[in-house]
């Protein structure tokens, strides 16, 4: 079974351009989750969809930060512009039953 | 607000060592707790979940514990190998989605 898959892996942009990152949930997961990850920190919830529908978005910077989840599937985050302060791995993640998440590898983004 | 402290931050050990890590929660209205090991530069790996309702959970030399009451969690590492080495992280479900704590990072000395 394949797993939670996130492209691309690294990142590397300059200040005030645009980014986004893709994932593809494990298969039959209907819940999806985007984290942030500072360097010696845990993560931090940013969004979590249930299905196509966002039923946690209170972390996400509304002002720079979107996501979307057409089709309850496939997701994409996306910081427009992006700021120094945004570099830092962002992880994606799903889970099925018992709420057991599973995560992806993350992309590594540095704002330059 | 849900808070997950671990406990130490790092630690240091010789190989073939029994060894505890400690994570604790401020709020014991959880749904379960997730166990989790993290390499550098590398996302997330599941090692154990337990249900609110269990008190324990085993995968090979790993023994995860739960004391909803007194909220905390221990996870319990048998005789360590170098391979053993990473950063672990522990994260509770409550109202909201996980909620992580800082991680211990785990040094395996050969």
């Known amino acids: 079974e394949a797993g939670v898959v996130q492209s691309p892996r690294y990142k590397i942009i300059e200040k005030k351009q645009p980014v986004a990152f893709w994932c593809n949930p494990i298969s039959g997961h209907n819940t999806l989750y985007w984290y942030l990850q500072n360097l010696g920190q845990g993560p931090e919830l940013l969004i979590r969809?249930?299905?196509?529908?966002?039923?946690?978005d209170s972390q996400l910077p509304k002002d720079r930060f979107s996501a979307e989840r057409l089709k309850g599937v496939d997701s994409t985050l996306k910081i427009q512009p992006a700021e120094l302060g945004d570099s830092a791995v962002y992880l994606c993640a799903s889970s099925g039953q018992y709420n057991e998440q599973f995560f992806g590898p993350g992309t590594r983004l540095t704002v330059l | 607000k849900q808070e997950v402290t671990q406990i130490p931050a790092a630690l240091s050990v010789p190989e073939g060592e029994n060894l505890v890590l400690n994570c604790s929660f401020t709020?014991?209205?959880?749904?379960?707790l997730q166990w989790f090991r993290q390499d550098p530069g590398k996302g997330l790996t599941s090692l154990l979940l337990i249900q609110s309702s269990q008190r324990e959970q085993t995968s090979g030399r790993l023994n995860a514990s739960l004391d909803k009451s007194s909220g905390r969690s221990t996870l319990y590492i048998a005789a360590s190998q170098p391979g053993d080495s990473a950063t672990y992280l522990c994260?509770?479900?409550?109202?909201?989605?996980?909620?992580f704590g800082k991680g211990t990072r785990l040094s395996v000395i050969a």
């Open positions: 969809y249930e299905n196509e529908e966002a039923v946690d």
């Open positions: 994260a509770v479900t409550a109202l909201l989605p996980l909620v």
């Open positions: 709020d014991s209205a959880i749904y379960n």
